[in-house]
């Protein structure tokens, strides 16, 4: 029926799941898997974790959904929870807008960005975008022109207007894009579809910089690497900087869908009643569901231990990159890839799967592993184990 009745744009692995729990999940035939896909990112907390499953519960019970046009309480906790992590890592005054994704996060940064510009700076010709080669912000129009990859890009002509692209971990090149049209930089900390790609804490702190200088603001796009992903709350608070806006996404609520724009001072008078909106942003479900999540992190302390985690994992994949002479293993905190440096992603991937473990491909040479932060050592070591007899039958099969 899947294949008949939805539109082919997925080419999924050969499993049906039916049910998780932690960082393991089941087929309909009764077999279990570790899963380092993690739901691309979102099962930060593991599957059903219980107090994410109970208050969804509850809250579906209460009210689910009121629009905008009211107040409601999840709305108004969640929005002050992450205000107050953003606070901590020295942004001033943040105030957020609710999405349903990351690809709606970022469109309102977009947003906001040509705002602050135009009506609050006064300066209409500010509207250019600049983001990275490699990057992946989403795949509605405004995300999508600000993609850096023609692959994603390549069909969907024309875009809208007023984007640029610079090489990632570039600050020279950066530092010549950056203009008097410059509305804002946008980047990720790291690229998580570009293929787990760490920027330089250098690169980071220059861009910055050149913003602040030039009257552009610095978008962090952390719908992948925020929320204690990479061993920190923020990806960029390891590069010890403070961008004007963060997009959040993926982990947030727990599986439910929800996006965050968080605007420090003084860009979030970019947005006024009515600049922008959503009829599903925020509501009731999606926040109760997003506050459970900061709540497991914060009690089972999941940000720091994403360091010690991520560290073994790492460890334990340039282990195998070493000992089958693949090209490298790298990564930050639970985010982390395997560049076999050889076409053969897809081909490791379905033997994994046999072995046990879920992983996929970023690109055709390199799988990414996003476990969730509630993996235990024990399940990490398991992982690794499943892909060396992966990497074990991939090499006696060529
Ligand atoms: C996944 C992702 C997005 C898009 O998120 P969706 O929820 O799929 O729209 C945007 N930016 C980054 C960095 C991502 O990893």
Redesign the pocket.
Known sequence: MSDQYLLPTYTRQPLVLVRGEGAQVWDVNGRVYLDFVGG??VALVGHCHPQVVSAVQQQAAELIHTSNLFYTEPAARLAARLAQQAQRAGLKQPRLFFAN??????EAALKLARRFAAVVKGEPGRYEIISALG??????MG?LAATGQEKYQRDFRPLPEGFRYVPYNDAAALGRAISEKTAAVIL?AV???GGVRPADPGYLQAARRLTRERGALLIL?????GLGRTGSFFAFEQAGIQPDLI?L??GLGGGL?I?ALIAAAPASQGFAPGSHASTFGGNPLACRAALAVLDVLEQEQLVKAAQAKGERLYQGLAALAQRFGLAQARGVGLMQALDLGTEAAAQVVDLAREEGLLVNAVSPTTLRLLPPLVTSSEQIQEALGALERALTRWRSSL
Do not use: L, M
Not at 101 to 106: D, I, K, L, W
Not at 135 to 140: A, I, K, L, M, V
């Open positions: 691309i990112a994704s990351g690809t709606e996060a970022v990057s992946f912000h989403g795949r509605t995300a990720e690229q998580g579809e796009d952390e719908v992948q690497t997009c996404a993926k869908p996006g």
